[in-house]
Nanobody
C-alpha cells in the first residue's frame, strides 16, 4: 500500500516563501513521477509541477520562475520550494505519485497567502 504524507503548508504573507515536502512509503516502482497539484475553492485541481525519476520536470506557467521542484529518491521524497507567493496561490496542495499507470494522492496541505 502506497502512502503519501505532506508537510510544510501554512500561512504566509504575499512575497514570502514556503517549502512543501511529501514522503512516500510502500511498494513504489523505481520508474515514477512525483509532483504537486493544487485546488483552490470552487476551482478544479490543477498541475503545479512534476518531476520524473529521470529528472525531467514539468511546471505550470504560473509557477515558472517562482516554484522549484526537487526530489530525493533515497528518501522517496519530493519537495516544492515556493517563493514570491501571491494571494492567488492560496489552495490545498496535493502530493502526487504516479507509476504503472496509477495515480496516488496525499491528503493535501493548506497554503494560504495573505495580501
Amino acid at each position: 500500500q502506497v502512502q503519501l504524507v505532506e508537510s510544510g503548508g501554512g500561512l504566509v504573507q504575499a512575497g514570502g516563501s514556503l517549502r512543501l515536502s511529501c514522503a512516500a512509503s510502500g511498494s513504489i516502482a523505481s520508474i515514477n513521477t512525483m509532483g504537486w497539484y493544487r485546488q483552490a475553492p470552487g476551482k478544479q485541481r490543477e498541475l503545479v509541477a512534476t518531476m520524473t525519476n529521470f529528472g525531467g520536470t514539468n511546471y505550470a506557467d504560473f509557477g515558472k520562475g517562482r516554484f522549484t521542484i526537487s526530489r530525493d529518491d533515497a528518501k522517496n521524497t519530493v519537495y516544492l520550494q515556493m517563493s514570491s507567493l501571491k494571494p492567488e496561490d492560496t489552495a490545498v496542495y496535493y502530493c502526487y505519485l504516479g507509476f504503472d499507470s496509477r495515480p496516488y494522492w496525499g491528503q493535501g496541505t493548506q497554503v494560504t497567502v495573505s495580501s
